[in-house]
Structures are given as C-alpha cells and as structure tokens.
C-alpha cells in the first residue's frame, strides 16, 4: 500500500471513530483518538480548558461529522466547523443535518473567512493538515484567529510519535520531523505547551506580547505589515506573525479581557469600548441591542414557534452586531451571523467577542454550504445593502454582453408598452383589480396579519406510510374465549406441568408457534374504572364478572357483589374486622408514618386489600399471587387501582433486586416458609433490605393458643413454627413481636451481629457474584451475603432516606460506584431530562396527572426517572427493567421508593388483560430491534392496556415510523409529535390511545 493509500485509510478509520447520534452510528477504532467516545476525549481536556468561562467559541477544522462540536454543545460551548468537500461526501452536510455549525472550508492559500482574535479555542483531530510546512504559515493563521489566552488542540500524528509510530504504521524519522517543525512554529508564535499525554497536546497562546519580546530579534520571525487583520476575502495566505494589539501592562489581555459567558452576551465588547470600530459608539451599540430585542419579540408574536426548537440552524445574512443573534440566543437554535464582505463596518469581531459565531460573505456569490441546511434565514436590509449590485450574477465575455445589450433593450422597452396598457384597462373599469382593493380597505382587513403560514413541522416517512400502497396489517379481534387470556400463566397449559413445589403455577409462555396473534376483546359492558380512591372500595362488575369469592370469602369480608358492582369492605383472612385496624397493629413496632418504611412485597396476596389500605400511609405495596382456584384476584386487585402481578414463591427466584423491600408480608399465604432448608424464607431476605421487616400472621403463629381454631394436629403446627424460628435465626433476624396470630422479624442492619453464623454448617452463603441476577433462574437454599460495611452500625448497601426525600436524593448503588459507568451527575442530568420529558407529556395530553390514569407502566424504567418526575398520590408505575437492557437499574429505582419488576418484552408480562390504564415506553423497540417481534410486543401492550387508555412511546423516528405503521392495524389512534427540544432531534414521541370496543362488536368507538 503507498503512503497517500495509507494516509486516506488512516484518515477513514480516525473518522469513522467518531460516534455519531440520530442518522448514522460511527465505527469505533482503538487506532483513533476517540477509541471510546467524545466523552471520554472531554474529560481528559476539561481540566485543561475552561469551558463556559474562557471557552466559549471554538473552531474546528477537519470536522468530518463535527462529533466534536455537536458533543460541546452540552457545555455551552459553540464550535465553528468547518471541512472540505472531498472524497469523503457529505460530512459538512451530515453535521449541518445533526443541528451543528459547519460550513464547507479548507486551509490551503486563502485565509480564512474569520477575524482576528475571534476563536477561544482551536481544534484538529487528524485533519491532515501539514502544520509545520511552509514555515508554518497554517499555525500562523490559526494564532491570528485565536484570541489571546485561546488554546490550540492537536491529537494524532504526530504527535508522541515515539510511542504511537508503529500504530499509525508510518515512518518514525518522518513523524519525528513533522513534530519538530510544530514545535518550532509554536515557540516562535510564543505558544506555551500546557499538555502532551497519548496523541493529545494543547498549547495556549500568551495573553500579550510581553513574554514574546525575544522573538522581535529573531530573523524567522516575520510579522505581518497589513493595518487590518480583519481583511481576509479571497486575500492570501502569508507566512507572518499577527502583532498583539498594544497593551500598557505584562497582566493586560491584548485586544480586552471578555467576561465569561453568557455574561459577554450583553457586555460591551472590547472592540466597542476601546473605539476600534470608527464611529460607532457604546450608546450606538446598546441602542441596537434594544432595537433587535424589541423587533425579535415581533417576530415572535408572527410565529409563535420561533423558541421552540423548531427552527435549529439559522442564518443571519447580514448580521451587523450579532444584536439578532442576542436576543433570540437559546441552547435550542444557533445563528450563523454573516457579514457581508461590503458592509460598512466590519463588526464580525464583535460578534465573536459576544460569544457567537459567524463568518464573512459575499452574496453575490454562492454561500459555501449544502442545500437544505438551515431551517430560518433572517435578512435585515441585505437588498438594499446590495442595491444595483449582482447578486449570484453569472460571469460572462463582453462579446455576450454586446449581442445580450440589444436584446434586454428590446425586453424592457416591450414590458413598459405592456404595463401601460395594463393600467389603463385596469383603470377603465373592466379590470378587477381596483375593486378588490377599495374591498379590502373598506373590510378593515389587517395586514400584520399572517392568515395561512403553518409553521407546523412535518415528519419524513410519516405521509408515505399513510399514502402507501402497501397493504397495513390489520390484527382480528381474538375470540371471545379470551377476555382474561394470560399466555404465560395459562390454565390449560399449567395443568401439564408437575405440581410439586407450584411449578404448574409459575410462567409457562406459549411456543412461537402456537402465540395468539390478535386482539384481545374486552367482556360485554366493559366500562373505565372508578377513579381513585373510589376504585378501593369498588369495581364494576361487567369489568371482572366472577362471583365465586363472594362466596368463598364471604365471612372474611374480602369481597361482596352488590348490584352491578363489587364491593371491598378491606377485610381478608386474617384481618375480616378491616386491614386499617390490623394496619393498626402492625405499626405499633415497624415505623409507617415517617417515611422510612416506602416499599413492601405482599405474598399471596388476595385481592390486595392490605397494599390498598397501606396506601394512605404512603407506603407502597407489590403484590403477587397465583392464578389459581382463587380466580381473578390479580385482576381484582388492578381493577381496584394496587399494585399487582401474577406471580408464585415455587422453584424460581423472585423477579425483584437484592435489597429491594422495607417490608414483606404474609397473611396466611399458605407458603410453607420451613420448608427446603428455609429457601423461601432466604429468597425473603435476598429482597428485603438490611433493617427492613418480615410479617407472618396466621398458621404456624402461637400454635398452641390457636391449634383448635385452624382444626390442625399442634403437632404439625410446632414443627412448622420450628422450622421457621429456625430459619429465621440462621438468618440472623432479630423477633421484634409476637401477639395473637401475628409475629415480625427484623433483618439485621449488617452482618457484625451475625459473624457467628459464619461457623455454623448449616449457613451455606451464595457464591453468585452477582445477586440481581434472577431472571429465570433456579431458586436455592443458599444465605445472600450482605454487602461490605466499615463500621458495626453501618447500614449494609448504603442507608436511605426517608421517603419522600430518598426519591429524588442520589441512592447509595449510585453514589458507591456499584453500578459500572453510572456517575452521580450522569443519574443527576437523567432526572432532570425526565422533568423535562413529563412536563412536555403534560402539554400534549393534560389528564395525565388529574388521575384519569391509575395503573402506569413504564416499560423501559432506566432508574425511574419517569415515575419519579410524574410521582403522585393519584397513581402508581410499575417500573419495568427488560432483562436484556445495558444497565441493571431495577435496585436503583427502589432505592428511590418506588417500585418494579424484571421482564423480557419477548414474552407476555404477568397480568391480566386491560390493567393498565397508560404505558410508557422509552427506546422499548430500540432495545428489543432484532431481538423479538415488534408485532407481538404491541400486541402485548394492547392486551394489557385498558379501553381507551393511552400509550406514549419515544424512540428514534424511523424506529417510530415502523411501530405507527403496525398500530394503524390494531384499532389505535395515534400521532407523532417532536421532541420537546425541537424537529430536528431525531428523537420523538408517538402518542396513541385505544379505541373502545368489546367482544363481538363489529366497529370501535
């Protein structure tokens, strides 16, 4: 391979690294710079660079995809990009498409279409560039357009070219020389290397000449003899050093010290306050200030979408101050403030000085990008600026001009003959003309007035899907037989399956082959439940239409049907006087009323009237229990608005994290706890965290004052308390109570009262490294180890906070590191992404926290940040963590208080159908693309959401485009809106709500 091959290939590969967001995902080369990310580039340089303070306004050259300044912007800083149409198409193109400055450039003989002193930084990652040739004339024009105290940024060749030589496969004695040459350039530019480190060096400017005397004496040393450093339209390049401006003192910053920005915004600029600019003063400059602020407010009374986001790139064609710029300067938009090369005044320089960017340029010419690239163009006296002079004029030979001199006379002189008839027919009367006019006048019409602009974005692909000839799937409502279909806990199919340990009663999901694929119907007269808290104590019969608990638990006060309704008087087994009173008696030793106890795990938990009445003291209860004889106590449970799933203490371990829980609660579950050396009581305490309690009321409790009562041999009763107590001390749990049919047990705070356990033979502690890790997997008789601690009252894991603080306070497997590369602010800018993401929820669909919806899923919670910006007494989200996500979050979200579950969105979640009244999923079909079937999710979620309950769905738009194509099929309404911040995040929302029909209806409604 000959060099220039190796040099194209090396240069393909260093760009291919970067990572590129919403259109096309970048390669990742070791031989690159940025062998991770853009990221991790930054934070070797932030302590190197003060970003927001001294760097507000970089450039950029060689930019290919401009990663590097599209990843700035998050640190307010702008770059100015800029790179070649070459063999590598369309990457200004690309950059200018992500929303990030560019504009199509080269430093090759002219300079650059910038004025001195403008940029606080200047960057190359392997642009290619022969710095040090030609006596170093590219570094020379880079230090004129650096300001003083700005910095130059260099990584790849050449430099540390000792040790990265062989990588980049190229010569080390022609390596070594391009970097002699650098250095060389540099010193006589006065540049003070502050870093060297990998294949990154930084070298900052001096911030006068002071320090630079020396250089006046040395014959290299040629420095340039134009008066104005700012004329650079199609001049040329030179090989000399830009002077300093003067300065009276070795501190003073040449040129003016500028504030930090965004205060440099609507500060006065050096070059204003020193009178550099001939004419124009203070009181000139921040009268114009006043005058675009007042004129941008119009104009944003015109189009009411101009802050929005919608219009991202924008272009200032004759920019003057950059006042324009100033008063609409967002993080949402960037302006492009050009000035024209015959502008009066050069002012460019002071539209640097503020902290924009801009560029020189003149209209009679083509401007140096793609089409297509910028959004709003704003043009402030340009036409008369350029008033009898040819703007986009095409060249041509005098011989043309002769023959073409006739011909435009002969056009003029025709026109003329023509309007003048014109105007006399229009004034004769015949003409319509006048009369529309005195119409108009006579009306009143309002000419401020825009009638018919939509300034209304449109979405790529959206208008083809819905205009296309290819056919739209349409899914058949399921058969009757299937209102309350649950495919992985079908009846049918658990018969076939052994009964031993209740693995008949655990997931069992239906092979691909043999998958429902239809709508699954609700039940005649099926209507919206009773909102909260009415829905506690009510449910709409037609809506689970099974009476045999009413039967069965009559005495015990679970549930009664009266009329069209179910009623739910808050009795249960143990508890038939009312779950508020034996609420009551629980917290007399565990410590509900101040927040520490927040989430609690109910085992078989009946129609979940303890999780109900826990609710109004703000402790938040996951409920699980079979689909067994007890038919529909799940969907009970749901219908009345309490968290609940489907779910069995069998053979595999609970889809819950380690140290979940301040609570569990049995109430005659009818679990055998003794039983397997004690397995289910340490699958309890995996989930429940150090200091949390563990309730058992009812059978083997006080066995020998109830024996008679529960009609058991007390025989049989002893050895199963026995077993328990047993158990319970092997775990180093601490009895805290024993009263009546009720005992508690609370798990130690860390394992230094426990120690002695660690010599009993019949401890046998969990040897997996990793405790989450539970889906589908095999239950076992095995004690999980607590983790670390220092001290002997040290909480194990981390202590939380009282709920409601530890909602949004960092959660200890956060600020301990425990979950690999999750920082503290990246958990920190999570939450405040989903505050912004709810608030733009509430905007399109206002019901959503007026408690219209009850019952929320998230199906891809992330570390909650969703429920958590949406957390209130009126609903609950169940936050789900798909097994096959990046990171394992599901213990940070009940760290927060809240509450969740593992799943795989390739099988059916364990609830009934219609028991959710709005899910949310964030990048689901992203995660799942190639996994699963995007078909059979959706089907899913249909299944599981309620008539006429809403769906909200955020993902890539092309990703969304496929998923509106698939729901236009499933009797759905939908749209899709832009992200908050704009069209051009490539981001956005789909919103839909489903329809309203029943088993056997022929329409929706």
């Not at 005992?743 to 010599?759: E, G, P, T, Y």
Request: glycine share 6%.
């Amino acid at each position: 391979m000959d060099k220039t091959a190796l040099i194209q290939l090396s240069y393909r590969i260093s760009r291919a690294s970067c990572v590129g967001l919403d259109v096309i995902t970048w390669e990742v080369s070791n031989r690159s710079v940025y062998s991770s990310s853009k990221y991790e580039t930054f934070s070797e340089l932030e302590p190197k660079l003060d970003h927001g303070g001294v760097s507000a306004v970089p450039v950029m050259v060689g930019i290919t995809v401009a990663s590097w300044g599209a990843y700035l912007w998050s640190r307010n800083v702008r770059a100015m990009s800029f790179a070649p149409r070459d063999s590598h198409e369309a990457q200004v193109q690309f950059a200018l498409e992500r929303g990030v400055p560019a504009v199509i450039g080269v430093l090759g003989t002219i300079k650059l279409p910038y004025p001195a002193r403008a940029f606080d930084m200047v960057h190359c990652s392997r642009c290619l560039i022969p710095w040090g040739a030609n006596d170093g004339m590219y570094l020379m024009e880079v230090d004129r357009v650096l300001r003083p105290g700005g910095y130059w940024i260099l990584s790849g060749p050449p430099i540390n070219w000792k040790i990265n030589y062989k990588a980049w496969q190229r010569p080390k004695e022609e390596l070594q020389e391009e970097q002699r040459k650098i250095e060389e350039a540099a010193k006589l530019l006065c540049w003070e290397k502050k870093y060297e480190h990998g294949e990154i060096a930084i070298w900052q400017k001096r911030v006068n000449d002071e320090a630079c005397r020396s250089r006046r004496d040395d014959p290299r040393a040629n420095f340039c003899k134009t008066d104005d450093t700012d004329d650079v339209w199609y001049k040329k390049m030179e090989a000399c050093i830009t002077p300093y401006p003067e300065t009276s003192s070795s501190d003073e910053v040449a040129g003016g010290e500028l504030q930090v920005f965004p205060d440099r915004l609507d500060a006065v600029p050096p070059r204003i306050s020193s009178g550099s600019i001939s004419g124009v003063t203070v009181d000139a400059y921040e009268d114009d200030n006043r005058q675009w602020k007042k004129h941008v407010k119009a104009y944003m009374r015109i189009n009411s979408l101009l802050d929005t986001g919608r219009y991202r790139n924008i272009m200032d064609m004759n920019a003057g101050f950059g006042g324009f710029a100033a008063a609409i300067e967002s993080t949402k938009l960037w302006v492009m403030n050009v000035v024209p090369t015959i502008a009066e005044k050069n002012r460019l320089g002071v539209v640097y000085e503020r902290g924009l960017i801009g560029i020189y340029h003149d209209w009679c010419e083509a401007f140096s990008t793609y089409p297509r690239t910028y959004d709003l163009i704003h043009a402030n006296h340009l036409f008369s600026l350029y008033k009898n002079k040819p703007i986009m004029a095409i060249k041509s030979t005098s011989a043309d001009n002769k023959t073409r001199s006739s011909v435009q006379i002969f056009i003029v002189f025709s026109l003329c003959c023509f309007f003048y008839i014109l105007g006399a027919w229009q004034r004769s009367g015949f003409g319509k003309g006048d009369s529309i006019a005195l119409q108009m006048t006579n009306s009143g019409a309002d000419c401020n007035i825009v009638p018919s602009l939509n300034f209304e974005t449109h979405h790529a692909g959206e208008s083809s899907i819905s205009g296309s000839s290819a056919k739209v799937k349409t899914f058949e409502p399921c058969d009757a037989l299937y209102t309350d279909y649950t495919p992985c806990q079908d009846q049918r199919r658990a018969m076939t399956f052994p009964r031993d340990s209740m693995i008949y009663r655990e997931r069992h999901c239906a092979p691909e082959s043999e998958k429902l694929r239809c709508l699954v119907p609700a039940p005649k007269g099926y209507v919206t439940p009773f909102s909260w808290p009415k829905s506690r104590d009510y449910v709409p019969y037609a809506n689970a239409p099974y009476k045999a608990l009413t039967v069965e638990k009559a005495i015990q006060n679970w549930i009664q049907y009266e009329g069209e309704v179910f009623r739910f008087p808050g009795g249960g087994t143990q508890f038939p006087q009312g779950a508020d009173k034996y609420i009551d008696q629980l917290a007399s030793v565990i410590p509900m009323g101040n927040g520490t106890v927040r989430t609690a795990l109910d085992t078989g938990c009946g129609v979940a009237s303890w999780g109900a009445y826990l609710w109004s003291r703000n402790v938040r209860a996951m409920s699980f229990a079979p689909r067994d004889s007890h038919e529909a106590q799940v969907q009970f449970a749901l219908e009345r608005g309490v968290p609940a799933v489907i779910g069995v203490l069998g053979t595999i371990k609970l889809p819950y994290p380690t140290r979940a829980f301040d609570m569990a609660h049995c109430s005659r579950c009818l679990i055998p706890w003794g039983a397997n050396d004690g397995m289910y009581l340490m699958e309890v305490d995996r989930v429940l965290r150090p200091g949390g309690y563990w309730i058992l009321s009812g059978p083997p409790i006080n066995w020998k004052i109830n024996y008679k009562a529960w009609q058991r041999p007390k025989e049989e009763l002893q050895e199963e308390q026995r077993k328990i107590e047993e158990a319970a001390k092997l775990l180093c749990w601490e009895k805290k109570y024993e009263h009546g049919e009720i005992a508690i047990w609370q798990k130690r705070v860390n394992d230094d009262a426990c120690r002695s356990r660690q010599d009993d033979p019949r401890a046998n502690f969990c040897k997996t490294d990793d405790t989450d890790d539970v889906w589908y997997k095999k239950m076992e008789a095995c004690i999980t180890p607590y983790p670390e601690t220092s001290s002997s009252d040290e909480v194990a894991g981390g202590e939380l906070q009282a709920f409601p603080d530890r909602l949004n306070a960092v959660p200890p497997r956060i600020s301990s590191g425990s979950i690999s590369g999750v920082t503290v602010d990246a958990y920190e800018d999570d939450n405040r992404q989903w505050k912004k993401h709810v608030k733009a929820y509430k905007r399109i669909n206002s019901l959503l926290d007026t408690g219209r919806y009850r019952n929320i899923m998230d199906m891809n919670a992330g570390f909650g940040g969703f429920a958590a910006a949406i957390e209130s007494q009126k609903l609950w989200v169940m936050n789900v963590v798909p097994t096959i996500a990046e990171k394992n979050r599901l213990g940070v979200v009940y760290e927060r208080g809240l509450i969740g579950i593992y799943h795989d969105w390739c099988e059916a979640f364990s609830t009934y159908p219609r028991t959710y009244d709005l899910i949310h999923a964030n990048h689901l079909f992203s995660l799942y693309k190639n996994k699963c079937n995007a078909d059979d999710i959706l089907l899913e979620m249909d299944r599981i959401l309620r008539p006429e309950g809403a769906v909200i769905i955020r993902d890539d738009v092309d990703t969304l485009i496929k998923v509106k194509r698939i729901i236009s099929g499933m009797r759905w309404d939908s749209k899709l809106v832009d992200h908050e911040d704009g069209p051009l995040v490539n981001e956005k929302v789909l919103i839909a709500v489903k329809q309203y029909w029943v088993t056997n209806s022929t329409s929706a409604q």
